[in-house]
């Protein structure tokens, strides 16, 4: 009188697990995005058009196919700042879930000119800049020998060397930007220049210019004294 071994209580048939049967809660939790996780993003500089960057998304060891198990869409992706990035379901997967990346400032390309250096004590130049994106502005490391306004006009004040540092400020896409040039100022032109014939030759007086350390002498092209 032994067992047959069957178990009158249940049966043998091969049901449809959790996993796979798409009215359990565990397909529907493997198969919605919502539990993806968004990752791959790269390092993002401004350039004035719109970033899509590849996404990597996986539900746990799953990683999902781009058009066929989700859609990508993007929210301001085009101005430096925080962007969005947020996928959608598709075909066999539901939900959507989205992820920040952040689109770093630009670096300014700028240039700077002289017009003329060196200049002497008195006179004035120009420092300018091309390629600026933000406004400009000028400032002297040292205005007892050279001053310079807002828009870039260097007046020579004594004798010796000044850096002039020009910066474009920064903007909402663009970092700010500098760049240094070194303006060398020299003695002024002698004035009040006299000649008189004398006996043994030519007196010359002029009066004194202030940071000279010497004065040369020409005739025509060619100089015959330093003094």
């Known amino acids: 009188s032994g067992s047959s071994g069957w178990d009158s209580g249940g049966g043998t048939g091969g049901g449809v697990s959790g996993v796979d049967d798409p009215a359990s809660e565990e397909y529907k939790a493997a198969h919605n995005v919502t539990n993806a996780v968004v990752t791959g993003i790269p ?5 004035g058009k719109a970033q899509k960057p590849a996404i990597t998304a996986a539900i746990g060891s799953i990683t999902l196919t781009s058009g066929t198990d989700y859609t990508v869409s993007y929210a301001n992706n085009t101005n430096a700042g925080t962007a969005t990035v947020t996928i ?11 992820a920040t990346f952040k689109i770093n400032k630009a670096s300014q390309s700028i240039t700077t000119k002289t017009a003329a250096s060196p200049i002497a004590v008195g006179k004035t130049t120009t420092v300018s800049m091309t390629g600026n994106k933000g406004s400009k502005s000028f400032k002297s490391s040292d205005t007892t020998v050279a ?15 000044v850096t002039i ?21 020299v003695p002024a032109a002698t004035a ?26 020409y005739r025509g092209s060619t100089q015959i004294a330093a003094i």
Do not use: D, E, R
Request: aromatic share 8%.
């Open 165 to 185: 540092t020009v910066t474009s400020a920064a903007t909402a896409n663009y970092k700010a930007a500098s760049k240094n040039v070194t303006i060398k100022v």
């Open 43 to 47: 390092t993002i500089t401004y350039t």
């Open 192 to 217: 009040s220049l006299t000649a008189a014939n004398q006996a043994t030759g030519i007196k010359l007086t002029w009066k004194k210019v202030p940071g000279a350390n010497a004065y040369f002498i």
């Open 88 to 98: 959608t379901g598709k075909g066999n997967y539901t939900g959507t879930t989205s």
């Open 147 to 161: 001053t310079v306004s807002s828009t870039g006009k260097v007046t020579a004040k004594k004798v010796g060397k």
